[in-house]
């Protein structure tokens, strides 16, 4: 088996026939790939849906388990997968078709640990093609030479192709987080990985649906989510202390790029706070933990021109608590009349 592709599923019957049609148009025989679900205790019909593709495709697999979360889920489906490669993907995702199998040879064919590729954000369930060419030439870097070479590394765990014995070898899992562990995950695999390559193409679709978890209008869920993200956060901070300790010029510049994605990770924590109903106490305590350990306030993040005056804006109330306490609450009936738009 050449390819596993892991979905954690919950309520997903508006989007996994579409993320299902996505993954069976590949130039892969399906002898060499399978899709495994898991259904984390769906309450709609999804699983009615994937039974029915199971009935024409038997390389797709369905577990199903109570619900315990998607890093549990993804925990548990790493276990089962059989595949040379592991994929991970959303049950709300999708991919264009007839890209694994290029992407799939490239990993073999250059015994790489990880192979990434580009996402484009969206809306739309049947964006199918890329306006972009397969790329034909690609250089083969370590991981730490590509956090160093690259502004911005993509976080997401169904944004690259990993080697199942990298992973094993590297005793790489996703920790004990509920939510978002799969961010320190995919930075910590990234650092450890010596054979990566990246492919300037977007491959998949991350689809932006009001189902998804970080869009999840339930204020007990968003208070968790923030405090999951404080937690990861810490624990980024451990990883960009330990790449800096190494005096090469390349690891300073991967933790110059890693503090920067963390302090990007800060801003959408302050997005999950106003969507929530914390009280300032409990932010208070979230904000004097990343203060401790000098990661807050944010550093560097407006620097250049390519960010809007809103966006500044944003990171100059975020950095001042004296400001943004008073502001929470007119800024939480702002939003909930749609007057003010948060990016997750």
Same mark, same amino acid.
């Given at each position: 088996?050449?390819?596993?592709?892991?979905?954690?599923?919950?309520?997903?019957?508006?989007?996994?026939?579409?993320?299902?049609?996505?993954?069976?148009?590949?130039?892969?025989?399906?002898?060499?790939?399978?899709?495994?679900?898991?259904?984390?205790?769906?309450?709609?019909?999804?699983?009615?849906?994937?039974?029915?593709?199971?009935?024409?495709?038997?390389?797709?697999?369905? %577990?199903?388990?109570?619900?315990?979360?998607?890093?549990?889920?993804?925990?548990?489906?790493?276990?089962?997968?059989?595949?040379?490669?592991?994929?991970?993907?959303?049950?709300?995702?999708? /991919?264009?078709?007839?890209?694994?199998?290029?992407?799939?040879?490239?990993?073999?064919?250059?015994? /790489?640990?990880?192979?990434?590729?580009?996402?484009?954000?969206?809306?739309?369930?049947?964006?199918?093609?890329?306006?972009?060419?397969?790329?034909?030439?690609?250089?083969?870097?370590?991981?730490?030479? %590509?956090?160093?070479?690259?502004?911005?590394?993509?976080?997401?765990?169904?944004?690259?192709?990993?080697? !199942? !014995?990298?992973?094993?070898?590297?005793?790489?899992?996703?920790?004990?987080?509920?939510?978002?562990?799969?961010?320190?995950?995919?930075?910590?695999?990234?650092?450890?990985?010596? !054979?990566?390559?990246?492919?300037?193409?977007?491959?998949?679709?991350?689809?932006?649906?009001?189902?998804?978890?970080?869009?999840?209008?339930?204020?007990?869920?968003?208070?968790?989510?923030?405090?999951?993200?404080?937690?990861?956060?810490?624990?980024?901070?451990?990883?960009?202390?330990?790449?800096?300790?190494?005096?090469?010029?390349?690891?300073?510049?991967?933790?110059?790029?890693?503090?920067?994605?963390?302090?990007?990770?800060?801003?959408?924590?302050?997005?999950?706070?106003?969507?929530?109903?914390?009280?300032?106490?409990?932010?208070?305590?979230?904000?004097?933990?990343?203060? !401790?350990?000098?990661?807050?306030?944010?550093?560097?993040?407006?620097?250049?021109?390519?960010?809007?005056?809103?966006?500044?804006?944003?990171?100059?109330?975020?950095?001042?608590?004296?400001?943004?306490?008073?502001?929470?609450?007119?800024?939480?009936?702002?939003?909930?009349?749609?007057?003010?738009?948060?990016?997750?």
């Amino acid at each position: 088996m050449k390819l596993s592709i892991l979905i954690p599923m919950y309520n997903a019957m508006e989007f996994i026939g579409n993320t299902l049609e996505s993954l069976l148009h590949q130039d892969l025989d399906a002898s060499d790939y399978e899709i495994v679900i898991m259904d984390d205790g769906s309450t709609d019909d999804c699983t009615a849906i994937v039974k029915e593709y199971m009935k024409t495709h038997k390389n797709i697999v369905l %577990h199903t388990q109570k619900n315990a979360g998607v890093v549990p889920t993804r925990k548990r489906l790493h276990k089962l997968a059989k595949g040379d490669f592991i994929y991970n993907i959303d049950a709300d995702d999708y /991919l264009i078709y007839d890209a694994l199998g290029k992407i799939l040879h490239i990993a073999i064919e250059k015994d /790489l640990d990880i192979i990434g590729f580009d996402i484009l954000t969206t809306e739309e369930k049947k964006l199918f093609t890329s306006d972009k060419t397969f790329p034909t030439s690609y250089n083969v870097t370590t991981g730490v030479e %590509h956090f160093a070479t690259h502004n911005n590394v993509l976080q997401g765990t169904g944004w690259y192709l990993i080697s !199942r !014995r990298f992973m094993l070898e590297n005793k790489l899992d996703f920790g004990d987080g509920v939510y978002v562990m799969d961010i320190l995950f995919t930075y910590s695999s990234l650092l450890k990985a010596k !054979r990566v390559v990246y492919l300037d193409i977007d491959i998949q679709r991350y689809l932006q649906s009001p189902q998804s978890m970080q869009r999840n209008p339930n204020h007990e869920h968003t208070r968790k989510l923030a405090t999951e993200y404080c937690s990861v956060i810490g624990k980024l901070n451990v990883l960009i202390e330990k790449t800096k300790s190494n005096p090469e010029i390349l690891y300073q510049k991967a933790a110059i790029t890693l503090k920067s994605m963390t302090s990007h990770m800060i801003f959408l924590m302050f997005a999950l706070i106003i969507k929530s109903d914390m009280k300032v106490k409990e932010i208070d305590t979230l904000l004097s933990s990343l203060k !401790r350990i000098n990661i807050y306030p944010m550093k560097g993040l407006t620097e250049g021109t390519n960010y809007s005056l809103k966006f500044k804006s944003a990171v100059f109330l975020y950095n001042r608590r004296y400001l943004f306490y008073p502001l929470l609450f007119p800024l939480r009936k702002a939003y909930k009349k749609s007057l003010v738009k948060l990016p997750i």
